[in-house]
């Protein structure tokens, strides 16, 4: 288990950007990959991006893809996402997680494979 905190969600109008950090504490930060998530009200929770444990690998979901980008410093032991042209189909709470697997080279994109998750943090996009 790796302990995570995510800041720097809040509101803004559409069109604007946001940066999420996801604060990290623990040993493994730096072998393990990292995601984000999101949930709407009523809705089920959503992939929106990962990154490899070293950072050189990412992927996005399609909604998002060319607007948010998922980073990592693991000197910092911290995972970003950074949110551009942001539209209010994009309010939800989003959460960072730690994928179970150590040193892993594929990128995880199911819930499942991440066995840590930080409390959420809301982002909430007007129109």
């Known amino acids: 288990q790796v302990q995570l905190v995510e800041s720097g969600g809040g509101l803004v109008q559409a069109g604007g950007s946001l940066r999420l950090s996801c604060a990290a504490s623990?040993?493994?930060?730096?072998?393990?990959?990292m995601g984000w998530f999101r949930q709407a009200p009523g809705k089920a929770r959503q992939f929106v991006a990962a990154?490899?444990?070293?950072?050189?690998?990412?992927y996005y979901t399609d909604s998002v893809k060319g607007r948010f980008a998922i980073s990592r410093d693991n000197a910092k032991n911290t995972l970003y996402l950074q949110m551009n042209t942001l539209k209010p189909e994009d309010t939800a709470v989003y959460y960072c997680?730690?994928?179970?697997?150590?040193?892993?080279?594929?990128?995880?994109?199911?819930?499942?494979?991440?066995?840590?998750w930080g409390q959420g943090t809301q982002v909430t996009v007007s129109s």
């Open positions: 990154i490899n444990w070293s950072g050189g690998s990412t």
């Open positions: 623990g040993r493994t930060f730096g072998s393990r990959g």
């Open positions: 997680a730690a994928d179970a697997l150590i040193g892993a080279g594929n990128i995880a994109t199911i819930a499942t494979r991440y066995n840590s």
